[in-house]
């Protein structure tokens, strides 16, 4: 990776950091309940264990409420970002990185995120105050969610969780039967031998 590439990449984090505390902060001053999924999340959750073993995300996910997505609206707009609505999400562009890939993606609380889902999104009181300042998913909601979710990316994400010892019995009896099932499939497949 040439100098130009890396710095680039370095640049890419950033943004999304940055991305991550403006709305965060934005939806906090104004009251309106959150909690950060998906990558951040994770690597929120991961780096309390091992700085070293986070993993960069594209994008910023949000927990939120329905019933809010008006007031997140203006929150948004008053910040320069562009309401986009999909087929099976709300999203938010930056303007200053007009891409999907980059953008905030909303999703519902207490809701199926696909309806093929067994078990519906975690509600945004199952969060915790990172030591960062922003609203994060509890570490057995996030599990949770991971699990059902069950693409390449969550699994990558629980074996991270788990390499790092943050996946402990308490949070393995707090899922359903199912998802227990599908998280002693991943954790038999790590390799003890990858750092």
Known sequence: MSLTSYRAFVMAVDRVERRLREVTGALGREGIPYAVVGGNAVAAWVSRADPS??????????????????????????????????????????????????????????????????????MVSESVTDPQGFSVLDLPALVRMKLTSLRDIDRVHIADLARVGLIDESVRASLPDALRARLDEIVATIDDDQP
């Open 53 to 122: 073993a986070t993993r960069t995300t594209k994008d910023v996910d949000l927990l939120v409420n329905r019933r809010d997505l008006e007031p997140i609206t203006r929150v948004m707009k008053t910040l320069g970002f562009e309401r986009e609505d999909l087929r099976s999400l709300v999203m938010f562009i930056d303007p200053e990185e007009p891409s999907r890939r980059a953008g905030v993606h909303l999703i519902w609380a207490g809701e199926l995120v696909r309806p093929s889902y067994a078990c519906p999104a975690p």
